[in-house]
């Protein structure tokens, strides 16, 4: 059974840069078929795609953040990564990490984790 | 980028009865690239419905998905008590990948 879980900080300064990892067990990350991404959820809210990933290094990223936001992949450790630059209180949220499928669903989400609240606060 | 609106955002009904919640978008979804997830509170979203109608692994054959074009919905057939929860729908045939806003489903 695939598991997505992320770790990182869960409180973040003003400014200063948002870094979360995803570490992938129960399969693999290098596969073919998948993107790996991340969404978010501030309290109370909906959600917002932020961008995802190939094995190769190849990204896709949200306009809204493109200017802030960098992803990265260790095939080695089955990570992926995302870094979130000068954040305020409003990228205050839940992330999720999750797998995107192009095998079978061509790129809907099939496995999340279970989520990281992350608090941006002096 | 693509908005997806759902509607309504809240729906009250009893258990048993038969939820229709609809996502329509802003411009064509070509190849019907529209995937509903539940989301229980505290939990990670669980994907329902991919490809606009077919059933996720796992999923119960109470829900169902159809539409086309920019006009979509979700139908449960008999609500059970866990599925008084948040619905999003989403699109992943342009990026950015967009989520409607969300329905509630409330007793």
């Known amino acids: 059974q695939l598991q997505l879980q992320e770790s990182g900080p869960g409180l973040v300064k003003p400014w200063e840069t948002l870094s979360l990892t995803c570490t992938v067990s129960?399969?693999?990350?290098?596969?073919?078929?998948?993107?790996w991404g991340w969404i978010r959820q501030p309290p109370g809210k909906g959600l917002e795609w932020i961008g995802s990933?190939?094995?190769?290094?190849?990204?896709f990223y949200n306009p809204s953040l493109q200017s802030r936001v960098t992803m990265s992949v260790d095939t080695s450790k089955k990570q992926f990564s995302l870094k979130l630059s000068s954040v305020t209180a409003a990228d205050t949220a839940v992330y999720y990490c999750a797998r995107q499928d192009y095998y079978v669903s061509s790129g809907s989400l099939d496995y999340w984790g279970q989520g990281t609240l992350v608090t941006v606060s002096s | 980028e693509i908005v997806l609106t759902q509607s309504p955002g809240t729906l009250s009904l009893s258990p048993g009865e038969r939820a229709t919640l609809s996502c329509r978008a802003s411009?064509?979804?070509?190849?019907?690239?529209l995937a509903w997830y539940r989301q229980k509170p505290g939990q990670a979203p669980r994907l329902l419905i991919y490809g606009a109608s077919s059933r996720a692994t796992g999923i119960p054959d109470r829900f169902s998905g159809s539409g086309s074009g920019t006009d979509f919905t979700l139908t449960i057939s008999r609500l059970e008590p866990e599925d008084f929860v948040v619905y999003y729908c989403q699109q992943y045939v342009n990026s950015p990948h967009t989520f409607g806003q969300g329905t509630k489903v409330e007793i």
């Open positions: 411009q064509t979804i070509s190849s019907n690239y």
């Open positions: 129960g399969g693999s990350i290098s596969s073919s078929s998948y993107y």
């Open positions: 990933i190939y094995y190769s290094g190849s990204t």
